[in-house]
């Protein structure tokens, strides 16, 4: 079992920076793949980037990539977002998650479509226009 606790959510104008923090429970935080998803109002929850177990490999949705940067600290437990030239269309819910399978722990890119073990409560990003 993992808890996952996420922070740094807020409003920001378009153009700006926010950084995503997710803090997780338990001793067995490097052996999980992580991943950050977000969901829009009105729309379904979507892929935005993984990590592997490592911090070594990482996988970003097209929108994102070249904007945002995920990353880990095995040693505090903690995996972050950060988020760079956000756009009006980056507005939603931004939730952390975690997944101890193989794909998930050695192939992000393999969570496109997962629907990980665990999840955080979600933290809210609105980027003003």
């Known amino acids: 079992q993992v808890q996952l606790v996420e922070a740094g959510g807020g409003l920001v104008q378009a153009g700006g920076s926010l950084r995503l923090s997710c803090a997780a429970s338990g001793r067995t935080f490097s052996t999980y793949g992580m991943g950050w998803f977000r969901q829009a109002p009105g729309k379904e929850r979507e892929f935005v980037a993984a990590?592997?177990?490592?911090?070594?490999?990482?996988y970003y949705e097209d929108s994102v990539r070249g904007r945002f940067t995920i990353s880990r600290d095995n040693a505090k437990n903690s995996v972050y977002l950060q988020m760079n030239s956000l756009k009006p269309e980056d507005t939603a819910v931004y939730y952390c998650?975690?997944?101890?399978?193989?794909?998930?722990?050695?192939?992000?890119?393999?969570?496109?479509?997962?629907?990980?073990?665990?999840w955080g409560q979600g933290t809210q990003v609105t980027v003003s226009s």
């Open positions: 998650a975690a997944d101890p399978g193989a794909r998930a722990r050695l192939a992000p890119s393999r969570w496109v479509g997962l629907n990980p073990d665990y």
């Open positions: 990590i592997d177990w490592s911090g070594g490999s990482t």
